[in-house]
């Protein structure tokens, strides 16, 4: 029998479920380094894309077996999960080996590990506008049992232009990372949308936030192993490997890297 869905609760002011706060000391004490790179999203902004894209950038031609043989949520923990195939994912943080360690973040930016501000680490932020970000959503909640009961379209529409799901307010996750820009050098900003229209160009752009230098056959090379395609058939990245998630409801990526349908379809 299935584990009951999660509620959601008020938590500082953002909703949450006990998932993401059980480990809230721990991951709050968390150590960050001076090279360490954050990738923050709201939830089904484009996180596991420029997870993967910097997991290639930093380590495809270094260490190639990685790609085969680590699931991509290990490869980039997730800071503050309590549990991802029975590991918490701030353990799986500490005991990363890499240089840098990449690890991924939902949190808005005032829940974030004070160490990140104080190593000045460098943070990559992911936005997606809020039509196709809601409805995205509204299907991973649907095929994932760690997330509360999305109920019907309509319920979950007004719940999302409430604030009332998963990590609170879209708009107050956006415009609060786009105020903190405004104050943390180390913050590149990025769009989901962009990332589409010319992905290449926008690995050039995360290259020279990055300080790396890469051959363009190397990026283009980059480009195409990340196109949806390829990527929903990787089984180390589309997240096939977690029980939790049933894609006979919906797939974990569903329609490729492009909009969703209008409002008034619904959902599929």
């Known amino acids: 029998m299935a584990a009951p869905r999660p509620e959601l609760f008020d938590f500082h002011?953002?909703?949450?479920?006990?998932?993401?706060?059980d480990n809230w000391e721990d991951v709050q004490n968390f150590q960050a380094r001076p090279d360490d790179i954050l990738?923050?999203?709201?939830?089904?902004?484009?996180?596991?894309?420029?997870?993967?894209?910097?997991?290639?950038?930093?380590?495809?031609?270094?260490?190639?077996?990685?790609?085969?043989?680590?699931?991509?949520?290990?490869?980039?923990?997730?800071?503050?999960?309590?549990?991802?195939?029975?590991?918490?994912?701030?353990?799986?943080?500490?005991?990363?080996?890499?240089?840098?360690?990449?690890?991924?973040?939902?949190?808005?930016?005032?829940?974030?590990?004070?160490?990140?501000?104080?190593?000045?680490?460098?943070?990559?932020?992911?936005?997606?506008?809020?039509?196709?970000?809601?409805v995205s959503y509204f299907h991973f909640d649907r095929m994932n049992q760690g997330q509360p009961e999305p109920g019907d379209w309509n319920s979950y529409f007004h719940r999302f232009m409430e604030g009332k799901i998963l990590y609170g307010s879209w708009y107050d996750h956006v415009n609060g990372w786009w105020g903190k820009k405004q104050t943390h050098s180390k913050l590149h900003y990025m769009f989901y949308e962009d990332l589409s229209e010319d992905t290449g160009r926008e690995i050039d752009k995360l290259c020279s936030f990055l300080g790396l230098s890469l051959s363009a056959e190397e990026k283009k090379r980059i480009a195409g192993k990340v196109q949806f395609d390829n990527v929903k058939k990787n089984s180390m990245v589309n997240y096939s490997t977690l029980s939790i998630m049933d894609a006979k409801i919906s797939p974990f990526m569903r329609k490729g890297w492009r909009l969703e349908e209008p409002f008034h379809c619904g959902p599929e």
């Open 39 to 134: 990738i923050a999203s709201y939830p089904k902004a484009g996180t596991t894309w420029v997870s993967y894209i910097l997991d290639l950038l930093y380590f495809g031609q270094t260490a190639p077996e990685r790609q085969i043989s680590i699931p991509i949520y290990e490869r980039v923990p997730f800071l503050e999960i309590s549990r991802v195939a029975s590991k918490k994912g701030k353990d799986l943080a500490d005991r990363l080996t890499t240089t840098p360690r990449l690890i991924k973040t939902h949190f808005p930016f005032q829940f974030v590990p004070k160490s990140f501000w104080e190593q000045n680490c460098r943070i990559i932020y992911v936005a997606r506008n809020a039509k196709d970000n809601m």
């Open 13 to 21: 002011g953002v909703f949450m479920t006990h998932y993401y706060t």
